[in-house]
C-alpha cells in the first residue's frame, strides 16, 4: 500500500509544477522556446524513485500537460511514463545517481521523451516532427529540464520520503528490476 | 545501501498497465468520446483562471525576466518609443493606456468586413504551453457567450483562425498558422485556390488552385472565398502575396502570403457567430 503522505506530497509537486507551466514557463522562454516542468518532474521522479514511482509520476505528468493543450490525448502519458521508467531504470541498476550524472540521464531522458511525443504527434495527423523548428525544441526543452533537475530532483527525494534511492551510495542491486 | 521502497516494486508489470492505459486513452481521444472532450473542456476551466491569478501574482518576477531576455527588442522598442514621446508628452500614462486600450477595442467594434454578422468581442489571455502548440490561443469567452466551435477569429486587421475547443467561459483558437487549417481563398483577379499555414515564423502559402496563367503579383491582397461548405465566410483579409513561384511540374504558382493579422501581439479579437454549412 503506497503511504498517503507520499501520494499528497507528489501531488503537490506535480500540481505546483503545472500550475508553474500555465502561469509562469510560457513567460521564460529559453531562446524563444517554453520550457517543459512537468517534463523535468516526471523525469526526476525516475531518477529519485525508480522506475515503478517514475514511471506512474511521469504518466500522470505527461497526461495533466495532455489535458492542457491541444494535441492526441494520452500521448505525452505515454511517453514520459516509458522515458521516466527508463530513467530509473537506467539509474537503479547501473550509476550511482549524482547530482551531474542525474542531470545528463534527464537531459537524455527528456529527449527520447519529446521524440516519442513528437513521432508519435506525426503518426496521429500533427506535424510536431515536421513544422517549425522540432530538434531546437526538443534540444532546449531537455537542456532546461537537465538544469531543472537540479531543483527537480532534490523535490523529488522529498516527494518520494525515506523511500527515495540515496543520491550518494546509489541503489546497485537492491532492486527487483 | 537503500531500502527497496513502495516505487520500486514490479515495475514491468507497472509500465505494462501504463502503456496500455496511454493506448486506452488514445484511442477514446481519437474516436472523440464525449467524456474525453468534458474532461478537457473542464480543464481549460480550471486551469485558465489559476494559470491567470498565478499569472497576476508574479508579474513583477515576468516583468524583471522580460527585461533580461527581451533586451534587445527593447532597445528597439525604446528607440521607437523615444520618437514618440514628443507627441504623447503631457498625457498621464495610466490614462494613454486606458486610451490605447479603449481605442484598440473601438477597432474591433468598427470592422468594415465582418458588417452583417454577429460577433463576440473577446481578450486573448494566454498564449501555449508548450513550444510543440504555437497554433493555439486561448481567449476568455466560451460557450456561455453563445460561442462554438469551427466559429471564424478576426481581429481588425484580418483572419486568424477558428475555434477549436470550447469551455463555459473560455475557448480556444485555432491559428490559421496551422497546417491542418486549410482556407479557400480568391485572389484580386477572382481566381480560387486553397491556402494554409506552415507553422509559426514561416509565411502562410497558397498552393493549390492558382494556375501558371492566372495573375497573382505581389503585393495582391488574399481574401477568403467563402464558396460552398467553406470554414469562413467570404471576404475576410487573410494577408497579401509576397512571393510568388512558378511550379512547371504541377502547373501551378505557389504564392507566399504575409498574414495581415500579427499573431505574436494578439490582444482584443472578435468572433464571428457564423458557422459553416454542415
Known amino acids: ?177 | 545501501m537503500a531500502v527497496p521502497a513502495g516505487g520500486r516494486r514490479r515495475p514491468r508489470f507497472t509500465i505494462l498497465v501504463l502503456v496500455l492505459l496511454s493506448a486506452t486513452i488514445l484511442v477514446f481521444d481519437a474516436k472523440d468520446v464525449p467524456v474525453v472532450s468534458s474532461i478537457r473542456s473542464g480543464m481549460l476551466s480550471i486551469l485558465e483562471p489559476v494559470g491567470g491569478a498565478f499569472r497576476w501574482v508574479t508579474t513583477p518576477v515576468r516583468n524583471a525576466w522580460g527585461g533580461i531576455s527581451d533586451y534587445g527588442d527593447l532597445k528597439q522598442e525604446n528607440a521607437r518609443l523615444r520618437d514618440e514621446l514628443d507627441g504623447l508628452r503631457g498625457e498621464s500614462v495610466s490614462a494613454a493606456d486606458a486610451i490605447a486600450q479603449l481605442e484598440r477595442l473601438k477597432e474591433q467594434l468598427d470592422v468594415p468586413f465582418v458588417s452583417g454578422i454577429e460577433t463576440e468581442v473577446a481578450q486573448v489571455t494566454s498564449g501555449n504551453f508548450s513550444s510543440f502548440d504555437d497554433d493555439t490561443a486561448q481567449i476568455d469567452k466560451g460557450s456561455s457567450s453563445g460561442i462554438e466551435v469551427g466559429m471564424p477569429v478576426v481581429t481588425a486587421a484580418g483572419l486568424i483562425g477558428n475555434i477549436d475547443r470550447v469551455s463555459p467561459n473560455r475557448s480556444v483558437v485555432r491559428l490559421i498558422t496551422d497546417p491542418d487549417l486549410a482556407i479557400g481563398i480568391k485572389l484580386k483577379s477572382d481566381d480560387l485556390g486553397v491556402g494554409r499555414g506552415r507553422g509559426s515564423g514561416a509565411n502562410w502559402v497558397v498552393d493549390r488552385g492558382i494556375g501558371l496563367t492566372d495573375p497573382a503579383l505581389k503585393g495582391d491582397p488574399v481574401v477568403t472565398s467563402g464558396l460552398e461548405r467553406a470554414k469562413f465566410p467570404p471576404g475576410l483579409p487573410v494577408g497579401t502575396i509576397v512571393k510568388v513561384t512558378r511550379d512547371q511540374g504541377q502547373q501551378i504558382q505557389i504564392l507566399e502570403v504575409q498574414l495581415a493579422a500579427d499573431l505574436t501581439r494578439l490582444d482584443f479579437v472578435q468572433v464571428l457567430k457564423w458557422k459553416p454549412e454542415a
Not at chain 1, 495532455?66 to 541498476?93: E, H, K, Q, T
Not at chain 1, 518520494?160 to 527487483?176: F, K, Q, Y
Request: glycine share 12%; aromatic share 8%.
Open chain 1, 1 to 177: 500500500m503506497i503511504d498517503s503522505g507520499v501520494v499528497l506530497r507528489w501531488t503537490l509537486v506535480v500540481v505546483t509544477a503545472a500550475v508553474f507551466q500555465i502561469g509562469l514557463a510560457p513567460d521564460f522562454p529559453v531562446v524563444g522556446i517554453v520550457p517543459d516542468l512537468l517534463l523535468a518532474v516526471a523525469m526526476a521522479a525516475g531518477v529519485a524513485a525508480g522506475p515503478r514511482r517514475g514511471a506512474i509520476i511521469g504518466f500522470w505528468c505527461g497526461l495533466l500537460f495532455d489535458l492542457m493543450r491541444p494535441g492526441p490525448l494520452g500521448l505525452s502519458a505515454l511517453a514520459y511514463a516509458v522515458c521516466a521508467y527508463g530513467v530509473g531504470s537506467l539509474l537503479v541498476s547501473v550509476i550511482t545517481v549524482r547530482r551531474v550524472l542525474a542531470a545528463l540521464v534527464v537531459f537524455g531522458g527528456s529527449f527520447v521523451a519529446l521524440l516519442i511525443f513528437s513521432a508519435g504527434n506525426e503518426v496521429l495527423g500533427g506535424h510536431a516532427l515536421t513544422v517549425g523548428h522540432p530538434w531546437t525544441i526538443m534540444f532546449v526543452v531537455s537542456a532546461t529540464a537537465g538544469v531543472l533537475s537540479v531543483v527537480a530532483v532534490p523535490l523529488a527525494r522529498w516527494a518520494e520520503g525515506p523511500g527515495a534511492i540515496d543520491s550518494r551510495e546509489g541503489v546497485l542491486g537492491s532492486v527487483d528490476v
